[in-house]
């Protein structure tokens, strides 16, 4: 996995943890979606480049 994409997934996995949380805190549904979406964002693509490095080898 490069360590720039690597990088990559898990800042928007963080972003959307940290966004979620506190649209829950607050009771605001929609930023607690979104948190939701990027998220999951993060964890597809850190799904990716596992799998590249995957048949890298």
Known sequence: MSAS????AL?????GKVKKEVG???GNESATAE????ESKGDLRGAKEKAKDAFKN
Do not use: H, L, N, P
């Open 35 to 38: 948190g939701s979406a990027k």
């Open 24 to 26: 829950r805190a607050v």
């Open 5 to 8: 994409e690597k990088a990559k």
């Open 11 to 15: 800042a928007e996995q963080a972003i």
